[in-house]
């Protein structure tokens, strides 16, 4: 029979209450530490030359304002992490300090004897103990009471009982204890006072609140929060704006006044402050846009204000207001995942333009520049602003090293600017099929590239000259990669560093898209591939260069299909490269005359057999050889016989 008892001294439910608060505390604790951790990491690598003078002042901002461990940051968060961590320290203490009953009866051990001792021993040691601790020998100190004496002398008695009884020394082999079966004790970690009837209705109003308001309410919370979005994470209103707003023509400018209205229905930060006077400034420097982006975002005055802080981004404008600076900072956070999913819209409709338009906004909002207008790309260098002009016929490598030849102070800045402001090489691309050498139609087909990133205006690393077995070893590798299922290939190491983007909030690693479209007729053949962390060239490795895969089934029908792969950058404006490609779709029989062997070839039949009969009926072609051989042998045998025949006429006239 099992005898259930509660926690009265509260040991067990101890052990459950750290128990339920480390898991909560420890993940809170871990995401806080990480993010701390990252933005020192950052400050510090910036600070090591790998960025210029305004990359570092930018991360210096974002260190500031980070919480560190010796400078705290107390939020509510921090407040409450601190409030959990100190209850669990007191409940370990309290669940250390407790002693609990849970030792085993060993009568070997009270005796103070080991297991081979005879019984005569056991009685005689016995005697010896009797006289030092029986009660009346031994008298009550200050440290120990009469009744830890007496329980003392029982405990000796007992364990002398129960190696020298028979009954006794029984029941202890069979059960454990000297005194026979006993109970099983069940605990519960609760104390007993939240069974007591005068308590009833306190605890089942806790679990009316728990169970039937607060669990709900946060499942509901969560189930219809997440029912109104879409698997990119916004509001199904705003994809519902990108569908009906995208056009296939649509351009950057278009682009740009419908992702304006996303953010119509998209979660904000609260307002920070009355943007009048800098909605009068936008309108002055931004002119004809502003109007238009204001006449596409309407009368709703959420995607007003959200457009006002783009557009403040876009013109580099200070806010003066540090309340408007975070609520811009959001704002900005918030617009790659509004662009991925207005990217996804674009490229489910098979649109090349908008395609294009939706990945070059990432740039520009970046760097901070006004997209649709023609921006000289040297305001993407410290000590440059939007107002810079420039012909447009320089590229950024030029441009430094003409004003590194003037003698510019901006020079040595633009030229630290300019390492961080990689370009994208191409080292290879070509259309792959595992196993064949050509491409049938309807075939699983990979188009394979091989990228590495170089500082602009240096000259591309030559590949080395490569013998037959080279070309098979790389063949060898590229099939290899072919068949795993991610679509980078693996880096034992890869350190890409930041680029210089001193308008975004925090640092930035560059990445590409990559898009294989038909420019000819406004159409992607494959949605766009996202490319990251490419390593930068390094002609001391022997592999300089890292490999990149997009899968796609080949087109049904024959035929020679030319088209473009778009390499379009994420972070830099106007880094962007194309290069022309085609595939050729061959029929299936050219693959099996190709794997055909001369073992594989079948002779046309004979003439005069049966299969030769039905093919010279059904018009085919039919073996003749033997037939002639066969002739000739007719002949040779026809001229014996009359050789035969004269000889013997000979040989009757002389006879």
């Known amino acids: 029979m099992a005898n259930y008892h509660y926690d009265e001294a509260g040991n067990m439910a101890a052990y459950f209450l ?226 009906k707003g995208v056009e296939e023509a649509s351009g950057i400018s278009d682009v740009v006044k419908v992702f304006g209205g996303a953010f119509k229905y998209e979660t904000q930060t609260k307002k920070a402050g009355d943007l009048c006077k800098m909605e009068e400034e936008i309108a002055k420097r931004a002119g004809d846009a502003w109007k238009e982006m204001t006449k596409a975002v309407g009368s709703d005055e959420k995607a ?116 961080n402001l990689g370009t994208l090489e191409v080292v290879d691309l070509g259309f792959k099929v595992i196993g064949e050498r050509v491409v049938t139609p309807s075939s699983i087909v990979y188009l394979l590239v091989k990228l590495r990133v170089k500082t602009p205006g240096t000259s591309s690393t030559p590949s080395p000259v490569q013998d037959a077995k080279s070309v098979k070893r790389n063949d060898e590798i590229d099939e290899k990669f072919l068949n795993t299922r991610g679509d980078a290939e693996a880096l034992e190491e890869n350190d890409t560093g930041y680029a210089h983007a001193p308008y975004w909030p925090g640092l930035r690693k560059p990445g590409w898209w990559l898009v294989l479209a038909d420019d000819k007729s406004n159409r992607i053949v494959v949605p766009p591939l996202k490319i990251h962390d490419v390593p930068r060239s390094d002609p001391s490795k022997a592999r300089n260069y890292r490999r990149y895969k997009l899968q796609f089934q080949a087109p049904p029908n024959v035929g020679l299909f030319t088209w473009k792969v778009y390499f379009v950058s994420d972070t830099v404006v106007g880094e962007e490269t194309c290069r022309p490609i085609s595939l050729k779709i061959d029929d299936v029989s050219t693959l099996a005359a190709e794997e055909q062997t001369p073992e594989d070839e079948i002779s046309d039949p004979e003439e005069d057999s049966l299969a030769g009969q039905m093919a010279a009926m059904r018009g085919g072609q039919v073996k003749k050889t033997a037939a002639v051989e066969e002739s000739d042998d007719d002949d040779d045998d026809e001229s014996s016989t009359d050789d035969d025949a004269d000889g013997g006429a000979d040989s009757s006239d002389s006879d």
């Open 18 to 243: 750290i128990s339920i608060l480390a898991i909560v505390l420890v993940p809170l604790t871990l995401s806080s530490v990480v993010r701390i951790s990252t933005s020192k990491c950052l400050y510090l690598a910036t600070c090591l030359g790998r960025a210029d003078h305004d990359v570092v002042q930018n991360a210096a901002k974002q260190a500031t304002r980070a919480a560190s461990v010796l400078n705290p940051k107390f939020t509510t968060r921090t407040v409450m992490l601190l409030v959990g961590w100190l209850v669990v320290a007191l409940l370990v203490y309290r669940a250390r300090t407790t002693e609990t009953d849970s030792k085993l009866y060993d009568p070997y051990e009270i005796l103070g004897i080991s297991t081979g001792v005879t019984e005569k021993e056991i009685k005689s040691l016995f005697k010896k103990l009797a006289k030092i601790y029986h009660p009346d020998k031994v008298k009550a100190t200050v440290n120990e009471t009469v009744d830890q004496i007496a329980n003392r002398f029982v405990d000796i008695t007992k364990a002398y009982k129960a190696l020298t009884d028979e009954t006794i020394r029984r029941n202890y082999e069979t059960y454990g204890h000297p005194d026979g079966r006993q109970e099983v004790s069940m605990g519960i970690a609760l104390p007993s006072w939240i069974i007591e009837g005068k308590n009833n209705i306190w605890v089942l109003g806790f679990y009316a609140v728990v169970f039937g308001g607060l669990l709900p309410g946060m499942v509901g919370r969560w189930w219809f929060g997440s029912k109104g979005k879409t698997k990119d994470g916004i509001e199904a209103e705003t994809a519902e704006g990108f569908w």
């Open 304 to 419: 007003q204000r959200a457009s006002a802080l783009l557009y403040a981004h876009f013109l580099r404008l200070e806010l003066g207001s540090k309340a408007l600076e975070r609520e811009q900072t959001s704002l900005l956070l918030q617009t790659p995942m509004l662009l991925n999913a207005f990217l996804n819209v674009a490229s489910a409709r098979s649109w090349l333009a908008p395609t294009l338009g939706i990945m070059r906004l990432h740039a520009y909002i970046v760097q901070a520049l006004v997209p649709g207008k023609v921006n000289s790309l040297q305001a993407q260098l410290p000590g440059f602003d939007g107002t810079s002009s420039n012909s447009g016929k320089q590229d950024l490598a030029t441009f430094v090293r003409d004003l590194g030849e003037s003698g510019d102070d901006r020079a040595v800045e633009a030229s630290k600017a300019l390492e």
